[in-house]
C-alpha cells in the first residue's frame, strides 16, 4: 500500500511538471547590442578602439559589465520566460556570443549560437541563439549582399528550425548598411540589400506559400522607406506575397528604438510572412505588432528631460551604459 501511495504521488507529480513544461507560447527577441566586441586585436579588421590599449580603453571589465548588461535586458524582456530565440548585430564574433550565453542569467537556457563572419571592416557581425528544448535547429546560410561597389556590406544570416516540435520558422538577421554619410547617398545600398532578402523570401515562398517567416534586424531604415515598404515588400497589405511590418503600427505613433539628437526612428524591426498573422494552427500572433523593451533602467534622460536608450559609449567617452537601441520582441502564440 506504501509504494502504491508513493507510486501514485509521483505520477501525480509528473503530470503537473508535464503540464509546466508544455509551452504554448515563446518570445523571440532583436537587439543591436552597440559594439559588443572582446577585448582582443583581431589583425583582420579594424578593431582596435575597442582593446584595453585602443582609445576606448576597453578593458575586460568594461567588456564583463557588458556582458551582464545585455544579459540582464535580455532576460527582462518577458520576466515569464526566456527568450526561445534572440537575434542580434553588432557583435564582433562568435566569442562574444559564447561569453554572453555562459552569464548568470542566461547560462540555465543552454542557447546555442548560430553565427557566420561577414565582411565588415570593423568585424561586426548579425547572430542568433536558440534554446534547443525550444527551437530544432535545421539548417544555416550566410547570405551576402552585392551593393556593386567595393563597399562590402554585412551578409543577412538565415535559419531554419522548428519550434516546439509544431511549426517550421524561416529566420533571417539582417544588419543593412548605415546612414552614415548621409540617407539619400547610403540608400541604394539598403535597396540592394532590401532586394537580395526579398529574393531569398520569394525563393521560400514559391516552394510554399503558407510557410511561416520572421525577419528580424537594424535595417537602419524606417518602416516607410523606399527598402522596407516598397523594395522587401513589408507594406502590411493583405496581399499573399506581401509582409507585415509589426513595428509599423507603433512607428505611426512616434515611437522608436533609436534616438538621435531628439529625434526618434523605428530603426530595428521584427517583420513577418502573413501565415504567422492568419492561421489557425501552430504559432501565431494574436497582436499585429511588436514590442519596444524601454525600462527606465536603460535609458538615459538629459538635464532638459529628453530620454534615449543608455548608450555604452559617445564617441570615445565611455557613459557604462547598456546600448544606443532598444531591443525589440514579440511572443507567438500556440494554437
Known sequence: M???????????????LFGQNDKLSATIVFYNVENLFDTI??????????????????????YTKKLNDIASVISSVNTEELPALAGFCEVENRKVLE?????????SKNYKI?????????GIDVGLIYCPDEFTYLLHKKIPVNTGTEYK??????????LYETDTIHIFVNHWKSRSGGVEKTEPQRIKCAQTLRKEVDSILSVNKNVKILIMGDLNDEPKNKSVFETLGANNSNKPESLYNLMLPLSENGEGTHCY?????????????NNLLNNNSGFILDDKRGQIFRADWITYESKE?????????GGPNYYGGYSDHYPVFVTLIKH
Do not use: Q
Not at 586585436?41 to 568594461?62: I, L, Q, V
Not at 548560430?114 to 570593423?122: I, T
Open 2 to 16: 506504501k509504494k502504491l501511495f508513493i507510486i501514485i504521488i509521483i505520477g501525480f507529480y509528473s503530470i503537473i
Open 41 to 62: 586585436n583581431d589583425p583582420n579588421t579594424a578593431d582596435e578602439s575597442f582593446t584595453p590599449e585602443g582609445r576606448n580603453n576597453w578593458t575586460n571589465k568594461r
Open 99 to 107: 561569453d554572453l550565453t555562459k552569464t548568470t542569467v542566461l547560462k
Open 114 to 122: 548560430v553565427h557566420e563572419e561577414s565582411p565588415d571592416a570593423r
Open 153 to 162: 556590406v554585412r551578409d543577412i544570416l538565415y535559419t531554419k528550425g522548428i
Open 261 to 273: 539628437r531628439g529625434e526618434w526612428s523605428m530603426l530595428d524591426h521584427l517583420i513577418v510572412s
Open 305 to 313: 528631460g529628453y530620454k534615449s536608450p543608455g548608450r555604452t559609449y
